[in-house]
Structures are given as C-alpha cells and as structure tokens.
C-alpha cells in the first residue's frame, strides 16, 4: 500500500527539494501584482493604511461602500477582519478626511496548503498517472512541483500537464525497483506542504480491459461461438510484454459464467446452449503476472448458428389454365402484367382457390361417410344371418 507522510518523515533528499519549493512560493507569489493581499480563513487579519505616517483619520471602504463587515475593527489607520470569512473578500481603500485616495488592496481568503490524497494508474509498463486531491478547497492559486526517486538513481520530475494541474507522469519507470518515492508538493501563498508517497509499482500495474470484443456464430455448429478481441491501446504491441487473457461466457438470463485462459486473442466455445443468445466478456493481465487483472470488458452479446428455416410458399396456387382476358391462354406459374385492379384478382383468385380446396374435403369427407355407412350396414346383415341360421339349427329335432 503507498505510505504518505509530511516533509519532516521524508528522505534527506525530498526534504531538500520542500525547501526548495517554500522559496519557489516566495518567489511566485512577490511577482503578482502588489496590490493584492492573502490571508488566512478564521484568522485576524489586518490592513494598514499606506501611508500612515500623516497621523490624521481615515476612513475604510470595502467595495466603495462604507458599510464595512460586522467583525471590522478600526484604529490607528488599520483595518483589523475578526474570525475572516469569504464574505469579506474584495476591494479594500482609505482615504483622508478630504476624501482622497490614500492606499488601495485586494484582499484574497482562503486555507494553507495540507497533505493530499494521491492515487495511481499503470496501465503498461512504460507510464504511472498520479492523481491527487486537496482535502480541502484552498480558494487561492495553486501550484505543484512534483518529482520522485527510486532511491538509486537522481530525482526525476514527474512530468506535469498545464491542462490537468492535479495530474503528472512517470515516464519510463525502473521496474526492477521494489519502491519509488513520489513527491508532490503544493504551493499557494499562504506557504507550502509536501507530500512522500511510497510506492511498489510492480503492484500498481493493471492494463486496460481488452478492446472490441466480438463473439460470432460459428455456421454450421449450433453450439459453438468464437470470440475475438483486441489488445488494449494503452498497450504497446510488438514488444516483451504480452498479456494473458481470460474469457467468461454465459447464456443470456443465467447467472453461473464459464471461464477460458489463453494468450491469443481469438477462442472458440464448444458448449454453447443451443437456441440462447449468449454474452462474453474478456479481462487482460501481465502474462507474469505482476499487478492486477483489468476490469472486464463490455459485454457483447451473439446467438450460435441455428438451421435456416425452408421457404414458404406462396398462398396462392393457380391450378391449369387461365387467359389474360384476351383470348391468350397463359400456362401456369408465367408472369402476368396486370392493370391497377391486380390486387383485386388476387384477392379473388386466392377465394376461388380456398373453396376448391374446401369443395375438395368435403367431397374426401362424404365419401368417407357413405363409405363407413355401407360397411356397417353389410356387418349388421351378417350378423343377423348367423343368428338366424343359429336358431333354425337348435329347432331341428335331435
């Protein structure tokens, strides 16, 4: 875990570089325009009237009004701001009995710089983001000097980008060190603070999930899906370092994933359920393992391969032959050009084509009717026959 302490903890040489950086904050700060004055939120602060050498009263305005704050205490051509707030923030004056300008500032309030929070990113092995908060607003301006040491080599800044000011990169960091030591040291004008933060950068390495992950049916194999991916773009390629992917699948709507391990980037399930859309995702990791795997990928989602249905045929069957209304006879299943009604002879060739078929079983069922009738009238005459011939054969005298 990093381990942050203030200046006086730190090694000799960061501690150098603190002091440093509380000349810097002179130097930075005396170059601002001078009538400009900071102070301290809650304290007492106190503005004195220049020049004050002429012993005669003046008068204080803050904004140009002389409705001054609650807390103001006046005395001796000084202006003494009780337990300061940002309410009384602005354009301080005094001016002599005649009204005339004596001296003119503007007072800034805010927090003196403190110990930050500092978080990383390694996404390969040639960069470290640092990120760092304020544990407070310090509503003042605000600069940084960052650096770090990996306790063999001379320090090294921590390059830093004017666009993002709570940001800088360790580029081309020694590996094969177990610690580094980062430095960050916040500026404003009320002082500086600098924060020591130990750190093991083969723990922080955790690539970017992996990128454009596509599972595709594999035709002809309905429970089969193979899944592609790509390196992540914070990666480089084409070098020592490679990665080590694992895949997990499931279907759609279960909650128990299937895990794969592999070194390509491209793998074939072979237990896909048949008929179920499934989702895929992939994490990347250093192939010797060092650091962390990445989050997961996005899900991504494919259906495997399943028979095409046959085609349908068309509703409308034309039996025989018909004319175009001409006198041609045209053979059935040849391309007819219709006028404006062909809907409507559609629509009527599709009726007549219904009751021919509906003539047709119930034809199929009568016959079937009459049929079965017959057949059991012929059984009830052989019957009555037997019984008959039965019970002439039993009058007969023995």
């Not at 710089?113 to 990383?120: A, D, Q, R």
């Not at 607003?137 to 993002?164: A, F, G």
């Not at 495997?304 to 018909?322: K, N, Q, R, V, Y």
Request: with cysteine; glycine share 8%; charged share 20%.
């Amino acid at each position: 875990m990093p381990g942050k302490t203030s200046c006086p903890g730190g090694l000799i040489v960061i501690g150098i570089i603190s002091l440093c950086a509380v000349h810097v904050s002179s130097e930075i700060w005396s170059n601002e325009v001078s009538d400009i004055e900071y102070g301290k939120l809650g304290s007492n602060v106190t503005l004195v009237c220049k020049p004050s050498w002429t012993g005669s009263p003046v008068a204080w305005r803050l904004n140009g009004s002389a409705t001054l704050p609650r807390q103001a205490v006046s005395s001796n051509g000084s202006l003494t701001l009780v337990n300061t707030d940002l309410s009384m923030e602005g354009n301080y004056s005094c001016l002599d009995q005649g009204g005339d300008l004596l001296w003119a500032t503007k007072l800034r309030l805010g927090h003196m710089p403190g110990l930050v929070s500092v978080s990383f990113k390694m996404s390969n092995h040639h960069s470290v983001q640092c990120f760092w908060k304020q544990p407070a607003k310090s509503h003042l301006p605000t600069k940084y000097i960052t650096s770090y040491s990996d306790r063999v080599s001379r320090v090294e800044p921590c390059h830093q980008d004017s666009v993002r000011p709570n940001e800088c990169t360790i580029q081309h960091p020694t590996l094969w060190h177990h610690y580094h030591m980062v430095n960050i040291t916040e500026v404003n004008p009320l002082g500086a603070e600098t924060t020591l933060v130990r750190v093991q950068l083969d723990a922080l390495l955790k690539p970017d999930p992996p990128e454009a992950v596509t599972p595709e049916p594999v035709e002809g194999q309905p429970s089969r899906l193979r899944v592609s991916w790509t390196y992540p773009s914070s990666w480089p390629r084409g070098e020592a370092y490679t990665l080590l992917f694992q895949l997990r699948y499931r279907p759609r709507g279960s909650v128990n994933w299937s895990l794969l391990n592999t070194t390509k980037t491209t793998l074939l399930i072979t237990d896909a359920l048949v008929g179920h859309a499934h989702v895929a995702q992939v994490q990347a990791m250093d192939e010797l393992k060092y650091g962390h795997w990445s989050d997961w990928s996005a899900e991504a989602e494919a259906m495997p391969w399943t028979e095409p249905e046959s085609s349908t045929l068309s509703p409308t069957i034309w039996i025989g032959l018909f004319t175009d209304g001409g006198g041609t006879v045209i053979p059935t299943g040849a391309e007819v050009k219709t006028d404006e009604n062909e809907d409507e002879y559609t629509s009527l060739g599709v009726l007549i084509s219904l009751g021919l078929f509906a003539g047709l079983i119930l034809s199929t069922l009568s016959a079937l009717v009459v049929f079965l009738g017959v057949r059991q009238r012929r059984r009830d005459e052989m019957i009555k026959q037997e019984l008959t011939s039965m019970v002439k054969m039993k009058s007969l005298p023995i």
